[in-house]
């Protein structure tokens, strides 16, 4: 099994908008809502090759909600901490006339540590049985750079491997926390 980590999970929107130019209104052709973040990506992904996979990360208010309504109707296996604030939602636009495609993201949600120590409890107990953990993305506001590194150096003294995705200086300082991959 794979348990994949997402602290930063959103919610996706994808407008597709032909003909998309900036200062106009646009009524989009279609549109594309979808749970999001690097590591439902990576879920998602691993369901599709039918490996077996648990989504975690942190969840909050209606957006959090619809996340793990969206991955439970996908039959994607997800066992989120709920938080206080609520998980961001990013905005994508393709303009398939122009083959350009714009994101906005939010930020994400403030979280306190108490939450952050929520998400550590549970990926010590759901990395019990795994193969990896993979910690992926970026990570919200109020939570440490270090937070990836901390997580590879304390699942590692609990023989698990962890595969890193992120960017940045958590990409950095998690890159000299020796994660497997």
């Known amino acids: 099994m794979i348990v994949t980590v997402t602290v930063n999970a959103a919610l ?5 908008v ?13 549109v ?6 690097k590591g439902i990506n990576v879920a998602r992904a691993l369901k ?5 996979v648990v989504a975690t990360g942190l969840a909050g208010g209606r957006t959090g909600t619809r996340i793990i309504e969206e991955l439970t109707s996908e039959a994607i ?4 901490v709920r938080i206080a604030v609520g998980s961001r939602t990013s905005t994508a636009v393709v303009d398939p006339t122009a083959g ?5 993201n939010e930020w ?20 019990r049985g795994a193969d990896f953990v993979v910690l992926s993305g970026s990570l919200p506001r109020k939570v440490p750079t270090s937070f990836y590194a901390d997580t590879i150096r304390d699942l590692a003294r609990r023989d698990v491997r962890v595969v890193l995705d992120s960017e940045g200086e958590p990409l950095r300082l998690g890159a000299e926390a020796a994660p497997f991959l």
Do not use: C, W
Request: proline share 5%; glycine share 6%; charged share 20%.
């Open 12 to 16: 996706d929107r994808t407008l597709t």
């Open 18 to 30: 032909p003909v998309f130019q900036i200062g106009y209104r646009h009524r989009s052709s279609e």
């Open 32 to 37: 594309l809502t979808l749970a999001g973040g």
């Open 48 to 52: 599709l090759l039918d490996v077996p």
């Open 77 to 80: 296996l997800n066992d989120f």
């Open 100 to 104: 350009t495609y714009t994101e906005i």
């Open 108 to 127: 994400g949600p403030e979280v306190t540590t108490v939450e952050l120590d929520m998400l550590t409890d549970k990926l010590h107990y759901l990395s």
